[in-house]
């Protein structure tokens, strides 16, 4: 996870998630983190959009953004494809490890606009940010 004064590691989780697992998840990597007035956002998975997890979401965090989130190729179509999904963790570990705070609060200052370039665009490319 990644807020506006720095990031948290990161957890990959190789099996599948239901709303248990998801539940799970926010309670140990996610809760330990979270302040009043911080926002979680998340895609509409069914995992994070269940009964359950709304519920959870509800009696533990005040905000919760939800996003409909495209395929990230279809966001940025140049971007690498990934011959293994070891080759795309080591890829996004080195990248996380090397964000530094000012450059993940550049970020997290422009994803409204970002998000509102998506809807403009109906889904189409990004320019970089």
């Not at 939800?66 to 890829?91: C, F, H, T, W």
């Not at 705070?101 to 970002?114: A, C, K, L, Y």
């Amino acid at each position: 996870m990644g807020g506006y004064n720095g990031s948290t590691s990161l957890h990959f989780v190789e099996y599948n998630v239901n709303s248990d697992v998801y539940t799970n998840i926010l309670c140990k990597s996610y809760m330990s983190f979270y302040q009043t007035g911080y926002i979680l956002m998340q895609d509409n998975a069914r995992p994070r959009v269940s009964t359950k997890t709304l519920d959870f979401l509800k009696e533990n965090i005040l905000i919760v953004i939800q996003l409909k989130i495209l395929m990230v190729r279809r966001l940025n179509p140049g971007s690498k494809v990934y011959r293994s999904l070891d080759e795309l963790i080591a890829e996004i570990n080195i990248i996380w490890d090397s964000l530094e705070v000012d450059e993940i609060r550049r970020m997290v200052q422009s994803f409204p606009s970002r998000l509102t370039e998506v809807v403009e665009n109906k889904g189409g490319n990004l320019r970089n940010y």
